[in-house]
């Protein structure tokens, strides 16, 4: 890709993404290749919830092994990335001036949301990352402002990156099972007509609505994310699918690129 980097949504899926060859998996691998090398990346993560936006700040964030269930190997893996404590500061201040308020954590590590595609992106670890946090007490209105509040962080060299789910219901999880129920589909393609024809207004609408976005998402923070990455392109950007499909039955596991 050429010219500024864009923003990044993209569906993490299972930890054992870490391990298990998959198309979602080839598809992250493929990515960082694609985006080149950012000066730092800003991941909004759907496994840290706080009643705030909240930046981490350590110099050097731990691999946390938010899991359980999953095979021994996943807990062995660290992904040992540097922390970027100016750029959370960045963050505050940035989130501060559009007069949202920011709070910072100097132990937050990187819990898998964040890990998983990464060390697949960037297996170096030589990008520095710094978490943000997402509330799932406020709106996708809400998250879109602070999005919007980052935007400029583009032409800094930040990759601004929502690490979720496009479908997310573990109730309806089948690992291994590869039929995917309607609804899914239908919110999948919903969710791919709204962002690549860049509609913000409806990508703020309450998403559960209806019967197939209460079955995709029980409860939204896997979606959080995309509103942050979306909002963060700048106003009138569109989405470009990265990849799209499913995994374990009906894991939505779609990603875009905002421009």
């Known amino acids: 890709m050429t010219g500024r980097l864009p923003t990044v949504f993209m569906s993490h899926g299972p930890p054992t993404l870490a391990l298990e060859d998959s198309p979602a998996r080839r598809s992250l691998a493929g990515l960082g290749r694609t ?6 990346i800003l991941c909004v993560s ?3 919830e706080t009643e705030v936006p909240t930046a981490g700040v350590a110099t050097t964030p731990a691999t946390i092994h938010d899991f359980h269930g999953f095979p021994e190997a996943l807990s062995r893996i660290a992904y040992p990335a540097p922390g970027l404590p100016d750029l959370g500061r960045t963050i505050a201040r940035l989130l501060g001036d559009a007069g949202i308020a920011c709070e910072l954590d100097e132990a937050r590590g990187l819990d898998h949301g964040v890990w998983v595609p990464l060390m697949l992106m960037y297996p170096d670890a030589d990008v520095p990352v710094v978490p943000l946090s997402i509330q799932p ?21 930040i990759l601004v990156l929502g690490s979720g789910g496009a479908v997310h219901n573990l109730g309806r999880y089948v690992p291994g099972g590869t039929e995917v129920a309607d609804w899914a589909r239908r919110f999948d393609d919903w969710l791919d007509g709204v962002l690549t024809a860049g509609k913000a207004d409806d990508l703020v609408k309450t998403w559960t609505d209806g019967p197939d976005g209460e079955a995709a998402h029980p409860r939204d923070e896997h979606l959080l994310p995309l509103p942050v990455a979306f909002g963060a392109a700048g106003s ?15 894991l939505g596991m779609a990603a875009y690129a905002f421009r």
């Open 35 to 40: 985006l080149g090398r950012p000066q730092a």
């Open 236 to 250: 009138g950007a569109r989405g470009r699918a990265l990849h799209r499909g499913f995994m374990d039955g009906n």
């Open 137 to 157: 007490g406020a709106s996708a209105a809400e998250h879109l402002r602070v999005g919007r509040a980052l935007a400029g962080l583009r032409e800094e060299g």
């Open 46 to 48: 759907a496994h840290w």
